[in-house]
């Protein structure tokens, strides 16, 4: 089946850096997805990408589906940031099921 | 108005013990999941209904049971709990399956600890 890596797995920046997260698939993807888990375990649906680029106000997205990877980006990283990334696409066999990375996690120091 | 909504949040109960956790989704999603989330925060999906019906059925223990009522509510029933059963279970609702529209949506999650 479909395997996800994220890299990297962890990282710790200082408020108003910026991070790229990276998302490899070892299959083509048709419709990645990436979500936030905060500190308080709380998973949040960032983009539903299966290609090109989405913006959301400093978090943005590109997915490369032929190159079997997606990248987010975060701008101007806040404390809020925190927390674990992930991202996840379908099995390729099931349209039910999603497969999902390990994670990256991000600290944002203040 | 939460979207998809789980209780209790937390459960803490002894081993033996049977329990359960609630799920409701009011997006008007027909697809529901179940997941479980370990130590480490890999998240593993357990369950997946489609419109009240089984669709995904991972290789879980059979202690593990599943039921949807209707579109909108499925709970996860627990017997005889083990310490390895110990973890944050995660319901999602998606409409049509996960590669369709805006993807997973997850409720709050429960904690889940076997003494």
């Known amino acids: 089946g479909i395997q996800v890596e994220q890299s990297p797995p962890d990282l710790i920046l200082q408020e108003g850096a910026n991070s790229t997260l990276r998302c490899n698939f070892s299959?083509?993807?048709?419709?990645l997805q990436w979500f936030h888990q905060n500190p308080w375990g709380q998973l949040i649906n960032l983009f539903y990408?299966?290609?090109?680029?989405k913006q959301n106000g400093r978090l943005s997205a590109t997915t490369v589906a032929t190159e079997r990877y997606s990248l987010l980006y975060i701008s101007s990283s806040q404390t809020t940031d925190s927390g674990v990334y992930f991202c996840?696409?379908?099995?390729?066999?099931?349209?039910?099921?999603?497969?999902w990375g390990a994670g990256t996690k991000l600290i944002i120091k203040p | 108005d939460t979207a998809v909504s789980q209780t209790p949040k937390y459960l803490v109960t002894q081993m033996g013990n049977d329990k359960s956790i609630k799920c409701e989704q009011n997006?008007?999603?027909?697809?529901m999941y179940w997941y479980k989330q370990d130590s480490k925060k890999f998240l593993k999906i357990m369950f997946s209904?489609?419109?009240?019906?089984?669709?995904i059925n991972e290789t879980v223990p059979n202690r593990f049971s599943p039921k949807s009522p209707d579109k909108a509510h499925l709970n996860l029933h627990i017997n005889s709990l083990e310490l390895g059963d110990s973890a944050v279970y995660f319901c999602?609702?998606?409409?049509?399956?996960?590669?369709?529209?805006?993807?997973?949506?997850f409720g709050p999650g429960t904690r889940l600890t076997v003494t």
């Open positions: 996840a696409g379908p099995t390729g066999d099931s349209n039910y099921q999603l497969i």
């Open positions: 209904y489609n419109n009240k019906e089984l669709i």
């Open positions: 299959d083509s993807v048709n419709n």
């Open positions: 997006l008007g999603h027909d697809t």
């Open positions: 999602a609702s998606s409409q049509g399956g996960v590669g369709h529209l805006a993807g997973q949506y």
């Open positions: 990408i299966p290609s090109g680029t």
